[in-house]
């Protein structure tokens, strides 16, 4: 019984890991791209892009896997999109109601959501063939991996950007913002620096593996 639940809690840390570091969407399989370099431009944005993601990757798995067998091969992309869309307006809806500015701020990349390849390739290529054991530490792994990415960007830009982040002043007065970074050549580089991150983060986690 003790090895049995070993087991279950190697795995589960096994696929969360992996989309935080191994699989992360952005940095190693560099999908969803477009909406995670627009709202990277102050922290506030992409920590609320990356939650919204998480929430609504997280509940698509896990209503797509409780319900894989009973949706037919031949609608199944319809009815995932629609599963989708459904938890998107949820998340949509609550940003309007209890964080208007920031729904705001993020406009239509909220909505958007509903055709983010990160999500509509987990949930055909992942949750619709798994149990619900494996999607929920594959969906918190995704999720929280494309969240720690654009809010790390958003850090770098926001900082080297305007100085500050969050509202508040980081660096001294004299310090002159650098408006490369606000526009959109700076995500892309600030980018470039997160994958190199992340290739070393792997590198480093495959080697304490071999020893």
């Known amino acids: 019984m003790t090895d049995f639940a070993s087991t279950r809690s190697s795995q589960f840390f096994k696929l969360f890991f992996n989309g935080i570091i191994n699989e992360n969407p952005l940095l190693a399989l560099m999908i969803g791209l477009c909406s995670s370099l627009a709202v990277t431009t102050s922290v506030a944005n992409g920590i609320g892009m990356g939650l919204s993601m998480t929430f609504v990757i997280l509940m698509s798995e896990i ?60 949930v055909e290529g992942f949750a619709s063939k798994r149990p619900l054991g494996s999607v929920i530490p594959d969906a918190l792994g995704m999720g929280l991996g494309y969240t720690w990415v654009i809010a790390g960007i958003a850090v770098v830009r926001e900082i080297l950007g305007n100085g500050s982040v969050l509202g508040f002043q980081i660096l001294p007065d004299s310090f002159q913002p650098i408006l490369f970074f606000v526009l959109p050549p700076g995500g892309f580089f600030v980018f470039a620096l997160f994958i190199s991150l992340n290739l070393f983060l792997k590198k480093a986690v495959n080697r304490e593996k071999s020893v």
Do not use: H, Q
């Not at 031949?74 to 989708?84: A, E, Q």
């Open 63 to 122: 209503v797509i896997s409780v319900f894989r067998k009973l949706i037919p091969d031949s609608v199944r992309i319809p009815v995932f999109i629609i599963i989708i869309a459904a938890f998107t307006t949820v998340i949509d809806y609550v940003l309007k109601a209890w964080f208007p500015e920031l729904s705001k701020a993020m406009g239509v990349f909220i909505p958007l959501i509903v055709v983010n390849c990160i999500i509509m390739g987990r």
